[in-house]
Nanobody
Framework: QVQLVESGGGLVQAGGSLRLSCAAS????????MVWFRQASGKEREFVAG????????YYSESVKGRFTISRDNAKNTVYLQMNNLKPEDTAVYFC????????????????????WGQGTQVTVSS
């Protein structure tokens, strides 16, 4: 079992920055890959970023590439999402999720790959 708790969301103006955190407990954190998804109102949950167990490999959706950075601190059992140059279209509830494997699969963008999810944190970007 893995428990995940996100924090760091809030209201920010376009062009601003936020850093989301996801604290994990339960299974040994360094044994599994982690991802961030987001869900805007009325839309499907979509992949944002992913990172393997060591942090050596990262993956991003095209919509956030170059603006967002995913990282992890295995000593603190935490994964981060640094979001820069935020846009109104980034407004969504952001969720972290844990893989059951140390490396992301080829289907990493599919929400059904992930069994463990946090409760989400709201990010609102005003224009």
């Amino acid at each position: 079992q893995v428990q995940l708790v996100e924090s760091g969301g809030g209201l920010v103006q376009a062009g601003g920055s936020l850093r989301l955190s996801c604290a994990a407990s339960g299974r040994t954190f360094s044994t599994y890959a982690m991802v961030w998804f987001r869900q805007a109102s009325g839309k499907e949950r979509e992949f944002v970023a992913g990172i393997n167990w060591s942090g050596a490999s990262t993956y991003y959706s095209e919509s956030v590439k170059g603006r967002f950075t995913i990282s992890r601190d295995n000593a603190k059992n935490t994964v981060y999402l640094q979001m820069n140059n935020l846009k109104p279209e980034d407004t969504a509830v952001y969720f972290c999720a844990a893989s059951q494997r140390p490396y992301l699969s080829g289907n990493y963008y599919n929400r059904r790959e992930y069994k463990y999810w946090g409760q989400g944190t709201q990010v609102t970007v005003s224009s």
